[in-house]
C-alpha cells in the first residue's frame, strides 16, 4: 500500500470526524433499570482508542447470519424486526444512552435472544469485525448534517461505504432510508460509485415490509419529507 491508498479498514486518528453527535439524555425508571440488570448480558462496549475485534458468534452464543443496525434509536424498529426474524442476529449499534436502555427492556420484555445492543462509534465496531461477515448492513434515518460544511460528517460517504460494504457476505445487502431528498441523492451516487455494490432496484427502492414505520418516519411523512430507501447487494 502506497502513501496515497486508502484503507477503510485502517483505526481513525484521534481527531478523527465523527458522524454523531454523543448524547445521553434522561432516562425513566424503567430505562435506568433495563441497563442495570440487562448491559452485562446483553450490551457491548465500543471503546474509543485501538480498535477491538469483535466475536460474533462469541457474542451472540451461536453462528448465525448477523444484520448491523446503525443508529438503532430507541430500538423499536430493531425489536420489531428481530423478533420476526429469529433466524439471524441483530447487533444494533448507538450513542443516545435512553435508546440503548429502551432497547434492552424491549429485549427482555419481548424475549429476544438474537438481539445485542452496542455503545460507541459504529465505524470503530465495524473496523473490529472481520471481512465478510455480515448478512445485512441497515442505515435508517443516519443524522443528515444538512449543512454543506458538515457533510464530512455524514456516515454514508465513499470511505464509509467500502468499509461497510467489505464487511457484508457476498450477496449481503446495505440498505439506507433517508427522509432528506439532498442526502438521498447523495447516497445513491455514492453507492452507485462504489464498484462492489450492485443496486438491487435500479434506483430507489420501494418502501420495504420488513422495514417497520418508526415514529420519526411518521412526523417526516406527515411534514410533507417523503422517505427513501436504497438496497444494494455486494458482489
Not at 441497515?138 to 444538512?146: E, G, K, L, R, Y
Amino acid at each position: 500500500m502506497t502513501a496515497t491508498d486508502h484503507d477503510p479498514a485502517a483505526p481513525p486518528t484521534s481527531r478523527a470526524i465523527r458522524t454523531f453527535h454523543p448524547r445521553r439524555g434522561r432516562m425513566s425508571g424503567r430505562q435506568t433499570d433495563a441497563l442495570d440488570r440487562l448491559w452485562h448480558a446483553y450490551g457491548l462496549d465500543v471503546p474509543d482508542g485501538p480498535v477491538q475485534p469483535v466475536d460474533l458468534a462469541g457474542l451472540f452464543g451461536r453462528r448465525a447470519p448477523v444484520v448491523l443496525e446503525i443508529g438503532s434509536g430507541m430500538g423499536d424498529s430493531t425489536a420489531a424486526m428481530a423478533a420476526v426474524d429469529p433466524d439471524r442476529d441483530y447487533l444494533a449499534v448507538e450513542v443516545h444512552t435512553p435508546g440503548i436502555a429502551n432497547l434492552l427492556d424491549l429485549v427482555d420484555r419481548c424475549g429476544l435472544g438474537n438481539v445485542r445492543v452496542a455503545q460507541g462509534d459504529a465505524l470503530d465496531l465495524v473496523r473490529g469485525l472481520s471481512e465478510g461477515v455480515l448478512d445485512a448492513v441497515h442505515v435508517f434515518f443516519p443524522d443528515p448534517w444538512p449543512k454543506a460544511r458538515h457533510h464530512k460528517r455524514r456516515i454514508i460517504q465513499p470511505a464509509h461505504v467500502a468499509l461497510l460494504r467489505s464487511r457484508l457476505t457476498s450477496g449481503g445487502t446495505l440498505h439506507c432510508a433517508t427522509d432528506w431528498a439532498e442526502y438521498a441523492d447523495g447516497m445513491r451516487q455514492t453507492l452507485d460509485a462504489d464498484p462492489e455494490l450492485v443496486d438491487a432496484y435500479g434506483g430507489f427502492a420501494p418502501r420495504p415490509a420488513h422495514r417497520p414505520v418508526t415514529k420519526f418516519e411518521r412526523r417526516a411523512l406527515t411534514a410533507g419529507r417523503p422517505v427513501a430507501d436504497l438496497i444494494y447487494r455486494r458482489r
